[in-house]
Every structure is written in structure tokens, then in C-alpha cells.
């Protein structure tokens, strides 16, 4: 797996801006790394349940199927959350149905995928927070990937913006976010790592301020 790119509170963890571009561009035009591009063809979400043991098999799936639906990004922008109300996150057997969705609908998927078929690896949602854009009046801050560790090493996958990379090892989430945040080239304002998408954890990490940054 190629390195490319690698707080405590009690924090509402609602999935909210997934639509997180770099500048003049969207979570939806990442790169593919071909060399997880294959994936087995799977009848159902239950099937791929016993058939994954590894991050690996899952993201090879998410190499092959997944695909960014623009529109519901801009119906989980903060804007839209404030005036309609949050929707519900898709569960993974949605999502391995209808093989699209925003960021945090792949967390999820990545999430609860990977701590049935590999617990030992203890995934976790990553949430960063960007500086906040606005595009066509919803304002957008929030993305969401997924941890996992090996051999006391860090791991990060499930990114809508480059669906079917690993990026690690790390030896912390620190050392990741610094490098995301270049790759992305937008500022990373703070980051949170939580057992949940949807309620108020106790994040495992610290809270990561623009001012404590070298």
C-alpha cells in the first residue's frame, strides 16, 4: 500500500458536509488507484459479509462500484440539514445496492463492514473539517473517512474523494492529517475520531487547532 497522503470533547457527530472539494473541484473526482480496481461480483450485502476478510477486499469493492452522488452532498450540507433536517445516512446494504452516495455513506459502509469481518483491525470514523466554502448557498466544512490499524500502525480508506486508496502506515493521525491536508490543498481547521457518525462520543484524538499547527 502506497503512502501517499497520511479531540477530547464531546462533539454532535451528525454527518452533515460531505461535499468537500479542493478548490474548483469535488469529493467526486479523486483518483483510482488500478490496482484495486478488480473486485468479485456479489449477489447481495450478506453475501459480501462472508465472503470479505480483509480492508483490503473491501476496498477493492469500493474501487470497482462506488460513485459520488452530487445532489445528496448538497442535501447533507450544513445549509440544508439546518432547513430540512438531517436525512438518514444510508446502511451499508443501501449502499452496496445502489453503489452511490456521499462521504459519510461510505464511512458508514467501511465502518460497520470492516468490524464484522475484521474487528481486530478497530475501525473508527475519521472526521475532518475543512475551512468552510459555500457553493450555491449551502455551506460545506464536514468529510469523513475511516481508520483502521495494523501491527500498531494507522490506516485511512473509505474516501469519496479517491475511492480504492489506503493511504499508510502512519504512526499517528496527526501525521496523516498534515499530509491530507496538502493533498487536498484546502486547511484542515480541526479533526475528530469517533466510534459513531451520529452521536455525541468522547473523540479519541485532540482537537486539532489551526494555531497549534507548525
Known amino acids: ?60 469493492w469500493i474501487a470497482s462500484n462506488f460513485s459520488y452522488d452530487m445532489n445528496r452532498s448538497m442535501r447533507l450540507s450544513e445549509t440544508q440539514v439546518t432547513r430540512q433536517g438531517q436525512p438518514t445516512i444510508y446502511p451499508p446494504s443501501k449502499l452496496f445496492d445502489t453503489k452511490s452516495g456521499t462521504c459519510v455513506d461510505l464511512s458508514r459502509f467501511a465502518v460497520e463492514t470492516l468490524r464484522v469481518v475484521d474487528p481486530q483491525c478497530d475501525a473508527t470514523y475519521l472526521m475532518i473539517e475543512f475551512n468552510p466554502i459555500t457553493i450555491d448557498g449551502n455551506v460545506l466544512r464536514r468529510h469523513w473517512l475511516v481508520s483502521f490499524e495494523r501491527d500498531g500502525q494507522k490506516y485511512f480508506f473509505a ?25 487536498r490543498g484546502r486547511r484542515i481547521v480541526e479533526f475528530r475520531q469517533l466510534e459513531s457518525y451520529q452521536k455525541s462520543l468522547r473523540a479519541r484524538t485532540a482537537k486539532l487547532k489551526a494555531s497549534q499547527k507548525p
Open 159 to 183: 474516501d469519496s474523494n479517491r475511492p480504492g486508496h489506503i493511504f499508510g502506515p502512519f504512526i499517528a493521525t496527526e501525521e496523516f492529517i498534515r499530509e491530507y491536508e496538502r493533498d
Open 1 to 60: 500500500m502506497k503512502k501517499l497522503s497520511a479531540p477530547i470533547l464531546i462533539f454532535l457527530a451528525l454527518a452533515s458536509d460531505c461535499f468537500l472539494p479542493a478548490e474548483g473541484s469535488s469529493d467526486e473526482k479523486g483518483l483510482r488507484d488500478v490496482s484495486t480496481t478488480v473486485s468479485e461480483t456479489l449477489a447481495s450485502y450478506q453475501d459480501a459479509l462472508h465472503a470479505w476478510k480483509t480492508p483490503e477486499e473491501i476496498n477493492a
